[in-house]
């Protein structure tokens, strides 16, 4: 009896797993602060967890996935879960004084969740640590935790019965421009991912301990590894603990978490094949290593070992859109190695990891596009698919993807426009428009590594926020959310723009 009086909402009901998720994160949160930290944050972090668990209760109690239920509603769903999780984050931020603005509460809670590592906080009395207490640092690196493999994905895995639409949704937050399946149910697939991510996180943790760092600081910093956020406690970043062993654990968790999770899944398996085949791993790995040497070359700095670890570093950290730090690119290295890293942000790494940015293969199917349509010139008539590799792109795919490269042009170009109207530079204005939209973390000039994002104004900050949301979820998600915002005369225009909708149930 109970069931049928539950309200069918879908949103409802991922909002309440997603809410129960980002409580269990802040209690969390509060225990490290007992354990570690010397204030009362801990009761703050509690008590917006024990609330937030139990809104996030309720919803699910009161409400029922639909029978029928619309791609629309996947969507919406989608990005109104990422929407409630970056109200929820930004509340700590608040309550214990951490931060005093909305907007900046805002800025960081979503740079936590999208993982890009960009930050409004200040150093305290201890000018290499940031103003604010441990749990809530701890807090930080939960946020990019839950945001670096999706905390949809642990929905689907956790709903006790998903039909095609979980597929739906696992696209509509996965990383790339096709989702994939590792088993025949999507419940199982979502298990998978989930487990692979833990065990990933375990051995960084146990990697970083042998490097030398305390717990904390190895659980913290592991978080924001895997998920390839690189938020830290230290306002040098990893460049603080002053130790090449910690950066080469570093180095060697930040290119896994820049790869394929399905391939190397696969790979643990015992099934190396579809990882040794990919074109878009070998562009990766080339494209890391001719990255390095140029930045090497061309930075100014020494070109010794030193010198060589850091572009090294420093490429990996931009390329997997990580965002750690150990070398102050932005305001040392010269211009061509500037330019390099510049180019590297929006790209991101491989599709199907936790990096964010365009992803490979896109890049590599827009090449392959680009190639066909040139040969047309000489031969009208030629009919030849898109490749990546040895893999046939369906044509759908590639629209799919030069529309979203166009979207992505104009986010980046618009942004970088809206920044410079609020009177900063124009290096700081594309760089910060770049490295928000490919969650990258620091940029060039005034939000360099060295730097932060409290000098922008308000609505620069704003602008970089959209950025943020718009490259974690890939833009369609939040375009076609739209569609369902409660606005009397927008609906009816972008219901008219959508209105393709006679094919858009999917079965539950």
Known sequence: ?????RRPSLIAQIIGLTLAFSGAGLVLSALVEIAYGDTGDWRVLGLLGLVTLLIGYVLRAFTSIPDRILRLDVFASVTASWLSMALVGMLPFLATGAISDLDMALFESVSGFTTTGATVLQAGSDPTVFDASVGLLFWRSVTQWLG??????LVVAVLPSVG?????????????????????????????????????????????????MNLYDAA????????????????????????????????????????????LY????????????????????????LATFLTWYSSGEPTTMTGLRNSLFTVTAVVTTTGYGTADFGGAWKPPAQAVLLILMPIGAMAGSTAGGVKLVRVL???????????????????????????????RVVDRV??????????????GLLIALTGEDV??????SATTFGNVGPGLGDVGPRSDFAGLTWFARLVCIANMLLGRLEIYPILLALVKLPIPRARPLLARTFRRRESVYVDA
Do not use: C
């Not at 030629?382 to 792109?393: D, E, H, N, Q, T």
């Not at 290096?427 to 910060?432: G, K, L, N, R």
């Open 1 to 5: 009896m109970m069931n049928t009086a």
């Open 148 to 153: 670096g493999m999706g905390v949809i994905v």
């Open 164 to 212: 095609s639409w979980g597929m739906g949704l696992l696209e509509a937050e996965a990383p790339g421009p096709t989702g994939e399946r590792l088993t025949p149910r999507v419940t199982h697939t979502a298990q998978h991912l989930w487990a692979f991510y833990v065990g990933f996180t375990l051995l960084t943790i146990i990697g970083y301990l042998a490097a030398g």
């Open 220 to 263: 913290s910093h592991s978080f924001t590894t895997v998920s390839t956020g690189g938020f830290s406690r230290y306002t040098l970043s990893i460049a603080h603990f002053e130790s090449a062993a910690v950066e080469w654990v570093a180095i060697a968790a930040m290119l896994v978490a820049g790869s394929s999770f399905t391939l």
């Open 266 to 289: 696969r790979l643990v398996r015992g099934k190396p094949g579809p990882l040794v085949r990919s074109v878009e791993f070998r562009l990766y790995v080339v494209l890391v290593i």
């Open 365 to 395: 199917a827009v090449a392959s596009l680009a190639h066909r349509e040139t040969l047309a010139q000489l031969h009208q008539k030629l009919i030849r698919p898109v490749r990546v590799g040895r893999s046939l792109i369906d044509e």
């Open 402 to 415: 030069v529309g979203f490269l166009v979207l992505v042009l104009a986010a980046f170009g618009g942004s």
């Open 427 to 432: 290096v700081t204005a594309f760089s910060a």
